[in-house]
């Protein structure tokens, strides 16, 4: 069904909506607003660094993205964000794309945002709906880096300090990269014994042989006396 100016009602319906806001045409509580719909959702960075096709910066604005519980009609996701201000009111047909693009992350070519301003509200978890699974490889592979790097071979050692300064890497060995980890601190600590205690008999050897030598030399100097 569509009204005069052709404007869908009924149909369409999905979960995640997205619009823009801008900072001159938005109540100044607006974030509260959004916040008091009690509907999950991501705010972007202010993004104030973008540029249009032909160079010129683009007005200040954030990127705003809500995900319902239930389906929703686009007319009932452009309500809530007229009241916040929101310009325009877009179907979301990948959360995750839409939840990425908000920094930016799969554009290098744009002006780039730090995820860690993302504002999450009503339990909307960022790093949890922005995860790739060839994130996990990359974090196990800077933390065996980091265990070499910084000789490591304690998997409670690591965990601790992932906990309080890489969260991302913490996330990862929580979840169910935790075994990857162990089975290489384990053969870590293996090869460095098994290395240290060869490296042990060989001067051992070494030292023996050199006295050996130094039996021979001096009985032989001993026959020539």
Same mark, same amino acid.
């Given at each position: 069904?569509?009204? /005069? /100016? ?9 979960? /995640? ?11 100044? $509580? ?37 995900? =319902?519980? &239930? ?10 964000? &007229? ?15 839409? #939840? ?6 799969? $554009? ?30 990359? #974090? ?10 910084? $000789? ?42 098994? =290395? ?24 032989? /100097?001993?026959? &020539?006396?």
């Amino acid at each position: 069904m569509a009204d /005069n /100016n052709g404007k869908v009602y009924g149909r369409g319906r999905t979960r /995640n909506f997205g619009t823009v806001v801008y900072p001159e045409s938005s109540p100044e $509580n607006w974030k509260e607003i959004l916040a008091e719909q009690f509907v999950p959702a991501f705010i972007s960075p202010l993004h104030d660094k973008d540029l249009d096709p032909t160079g010129e910066p683009k007005k200040p604005h954030w990127h705003v993205m809500v995900m =319902y519980d &239930s389906l929703k009609t686009l007319e009932q996701a452009s309500e809530l964000f &007229s009241r916040i201000g929101g310009v325009g009111c877009e179907v979301v047909q990948s959360q995750r794309g839409y #939840a990425r693009y908000l920094c930016h992350m799969d $554009n290098p070519d744009k002006a780039q945002y730090s995820t860690e301003d993302i504002r999450q509200l009503c339990g909307a978890d960022y790093q949890t709906t922005i995860g790739l699974p060839t994130d996990k490889y990359k #974090a196990i592979g800077e933390m065996i880096d980091f265990c070499q790097d910084n $000789n490591v071979v304690s998997y409670s050692e690591l965990l601790e300090y992932s906990r309080y300064n890489r969260f991302e890497w913490f996330r990862v060995l929580c979840d169910n990269g935790t075994v990857v980890i162990k089975e290489y601190l384990k053969s870590r600590t293996w090869t460095t014994s098994f =290395y240290e205690k060869v490296h042990t008999e060989n001067e051992i050897r070494f030292k023996e042989e050199e006295e050996k030598e130094k039996v021979k030399k001096a009985a032989a /100097n001993q026959k &020539s006396d």
